[in-house]
């Protein structure tokens, strides 16, 4: 059960549940991807998020309620309804949720149960800790490999390799259980033979011992994850234990 810190000074559990959305969107939205402020950014998503799970994934039906929450597009509905269709794809997740609280409103679910619902859906997102966590680690790690002048070294690619390793050791009881993981998910798009088993198990045997707080503090994310921990907690965790700002 999550506590809510504001008992005192209760909010309608709708508005909670748009501000769970928001938070979640924060760390979702690429920032390169913005070209005006990010909280008006986000708060747009919102309203085709709300059109969508009100219109019942349907987006014809979602369309007419974006035209009522934003009539200016009423001049080109075909402009509203094409990123009707993108959101639907880039935000199921959040969709879900707010279809959950919508649903779970009529069923006269308790604000309680439907606030920790929508919470479990919306921290649920494992492709976007994963890639965040890719983020951190990258950061964390740049500060261990140096530069250097020989143009055939690819700094990026070496770190990103090195990310990559962590996430697996990280997610795994055993180095062979890692190896394991890494070595179908790199045969799905790396040249057969480029990687062998061996190969992986001798680099990972390598490179855990010289990773280890990086390893740790991914682990402490998966822990925190399975605990149904917010993505921005998670994400701040891991960074104060790697020290980064």
Excluded: C, W
């Excluded at 810190?5 to 549940?17: F, H, Q």
């Excluded at 280890?212 to 891991?238: F, H, P, W």
């Amino acid at each position: 059960m999550i506590i809510h810190t504001d008992s005192d000074n209760p909010k309608p559990i709708e508005k909670k549940v748009q501000e769970l959305i928001l938070n979640k969107l924060f760390f979702k939205v690429d920032d390169e991807q913005i070209f005006i402020d990010k909280e008006n950014f986000i708060s747009l998503i919102l309203f085709d998020i709300i059109a969508i799970a009100v219109g019942g994934y349907d987006i014809d039906e979602a369309l007419k309620v974006a035209l009522e929450i934003q009539p200016h597009y009423k001049a080109a509905p075909d402009t509203k309804r094409n990123e009707l269709v993108e959101a639907a794809e880039q935000f199921a997740i959040e969709v879900d949720a707010y279809y959950h609280y919508l649903d779970s409103k009529n069923e006269q679910i308790d604000d309680d149960t439907i606030y920790d619902g929508v919470s479990y859906i919306l921290n649920s997102d494992d492709e976007l800790v994963t890639k965040r966590l890719h983020e951190v680690m990258m950061q964390a790690i740049e500060r261990k490999v140096p530069e250097m002048d020989d143009p055939k070294f690819d700094r990026e690619s070496l770190i990103d390799s090195f990310a990559n390793q962590v996430r697996f050791i990280a997610s795994n009881e055993t180095i062979d259980e890692a190896v394991e993981e890494a070595y179908y998910e790199y045969a799905s798009y790396i040249e057969v033979g480029l990687f062998t088993k061996p190969y992986l198990k001798k680099e990972f045997e390598r490179f855990a011992p010289l990773a280890q707080d990086e390893i740790n503090a991914y682990k402490m994310a998966l822990s925190l994850q399975n605990q149904n921990a917010e993505i921005g907690m998670i994400l701040a965790t891991v960074k104060q234990i790697l020290q980064l700002a």
